[in-house]
């Protein structure tokens, strides 16, 4: 029932600029946590940056002063606003959520469908 959307992947030179945005759809009631991954060929899901309900966000220290998260609660949308990428950036970034869909009941983490994004030297 609940889906997230992600959008914004593509090709673009070093130094260049990308945003991804993920939309949850559904009967969500509530969410606790909105963040991105990215997993590159032959490595590890990393966390990239993730945003709470109380808009404290953390950054992975490879891409501090160079992305930006961000949400829009009515829209239920998280961004990640990317400058200054690197060949280094390259990977597929994944939209992750973790929220409630009823009263009492535990929270649920949501993954995306993956968005590649590719940086070229």
């Known amino acids: 029932q609940v889906q997230l959307v992600e959008s914004g992947g593509g090709l673009v030179q070093a130094g260049g600029s990308l945003r991804l945005a993920c939309a949850a759809t559904g009967r969500i009631l509530s969410i606790n946590v909105m963040g991105w991954y990215r997993q590159a060929p032959g490595k590890q899901r990393e966390l990239v940056a993730s945003?709470?309900?109380?808009?404290?966000?953390t950054y992975a220290d490879s891409v501090k002063a160079r992305f930006t998260i961000s949400r829009d609660n009515a829209k239920k949308t998280v961004y990640l606003q990317m400058n200054s990428l690197k060949p280094e950036d390259t990977a597929v970034y994944y939209c992750n959520v973790e929220l409630h869909t009823a009263p009492g009941w535990r929270p649920t983490n949501y993954w995306g469908q993956g968005t590649q994004v590719t940086v070229s030297s």
């Open positions: 945003i709470t309900s109380g808009d404290m966000t």
